[in-house]
């Protein structure tokens, strides 16, 4: 759906929208199953909230495309993630609250092992903690560059962030990371003439922090990579009227969610902690987005049962969350993270949508199989979402006379 | 999806694919009939794999249109047919093995019959046989034209291929083939300025032909149509990563996936020996693109029963199939022939895709009013099969982090 035109058609309102995101909710039968974490799991709020919703699995980004978490909520949010690509080295500094300038250049960094002939023997340093990273981070904040600012953070364990800030800077360089080991670190590329300077220095950065973490151990190198520039993109007030909030604890989500102008007040680690800050701040907010991170958490571990107590725990917060009698309430995932796979996939995830005027379908269980007969169809575009949400909060306009 | 997108995402991998296509797949109950071919075939081992599947109907391009076998084979391997048209011309040599130099321009001839005064009366002289068609061409080769080199091969029956070669010639020539009898041949008209001395060296080309062929009988004279050159495409090993093999006997198909880089091994004329090249060549390719162009002739031929019969003695060689255990089997069609209509249609086309990770629908039998309400939905677009095989694959990355 095209932004422009919906940004067209907003109207204000006082609606109150609720998005509730299981990360990596969607998921597949075990070896051998039948039924899927969410289909197995015992959820009676979730399926009587499908019984007066209008249900469907939504797909991020196409068919066969395994979408990255930023991809998946970018969508969710109702931007394209096709025209806007946060790289790597953004999204860490949005995890941790670095405040970017407009033509920042950032890298997402591994410190790294290597051996006196600089090959790689360990990618992430044997897991350094991120005290030793941030210490680490100070030794190389030292190093000065020509015309350019340098910026280094720790982001988590072995994990930092780098900006260059200056002039003439590109983020048009190559990865430095072979992402694999028994090679050595390749050389930051110019990927465009215009990149030459960033390339340069880039190259004077990691010389420079080869001398310093010469004789740390296991810390004695860095690896870049996702060079990129913070992505011009409209927040949620400017393209949808919406006075929005993220209640995430997971900073990568928090990161993102500011990007797009929301607000992320801070909220403790369990669910109730948060729903405590939604209740709170009912009344500041038109729109909670509502993250929760487990289900990811236990797909990636490859924890079926894990992921389904997961969502049981989730489905038990619902009634709470509905005494808040939110004007629409959506409960889908960013992707799917089946247990049997250990990692993000492809499959379509399920969406319900319910508002008093959605004019509900069939669908009274709140899972894959079911979902996939209900009215928004069984690949329904994710980027759709997000209009269909104004619209059953009277926040759109008709088109046309 | 985009081809772009897809070649970024590719991974490598050991897994096998095979994509069965049985031609003309899709169908319609006959007259005063209630199932179409397949739903009246019995297909047991369709079926079981059908329960194991992810099941739709898939539209070759639009609703409404009617695919050619070109445009269906090509969106099967994932190529837009509206971004890579495929000329008869180019088609036609590609079925005899013709190699093509770059700028060659290429026409489907065929030999006809015309009176006295040039009306055409039988638009295929006679079905004369193709080795009388052979000795034509060579007869015809004997046409010198200034500054093109001209090639003349039969292809079968009354069909032949004509090539020119040289410089600033161009495609953009009209068909002299009014296609219907009772009119003049029509004049090999420039659809472009360009195109201003091919349209002349054509016609001095048929005026010869006229001559040479004057006293023949009923082969009198000829029409040109799809005058064409070879497209520019990517083949399937550097748009996929795939190693590919075209197990298919029909000569225009072997010559369409030749165009994509696929092999394609010699294969005697029935499915128990072109299985067994698959089984003696498993090792050689990731991909087995494996055609029964019964299926289709059988409709063409308005055939009910016999198209019933063909699908059934695919439906027998599954187990054979299986029993290599595929990482992804595909089983599908490239568009509908039903026996009711003898031609193509523009009715969407069974399809099921089996792997370990595909999710499987309720859909357990394999037919068009079955797959209707499988996860790929009604009107799946055929060329979002190739990125869902990928990923089934396990050789697509994900997208952004």
Redesign the interface.
Known sequence: MDLALIQRLIKPAHTKIILLVMDGLGG??S?GGVY?ELETAITPHLDSLAAGSICG?HQV???????????GHLALFGYD??RY??G?GI?AGLGIDFEFKAHDVAARGNFCTVDDAGVIVDRRAGRIPTETCAELCRKLSRITLPGVELFLAPVKDYRFLLVLRGDHLSEKVADTDPLQTGEKRLPPRALHPDAKLTADRVEQFLEEARKILADERPANSVLLR?FSLKPDIKGMKDSFGLKAAAVASYPMYRGLARLLGMEAPDCGESMDERIGVIEKRWRDFDFFFLHEKRTDSAGEDGDFEKKVACIEAVDSAIPRLMHLQPDVFVVTGDHST?A??K??????VPVMLFSKMCRPDEVDKFC??AC??GYL???FPTTDLMPLVLANAMRLNKFGA
């Open positions: 597949h039968p070896e899927t699995l980004i196409g068919p066969g495309i395994t979408p990255g978490s930023g991809p993630p096709l690509e946060v790597r999204l996702g089946p049997r796979l990692s993000h996939s492809w499959h379509p894959e199989r996939r007969s169809g069984p690949r």
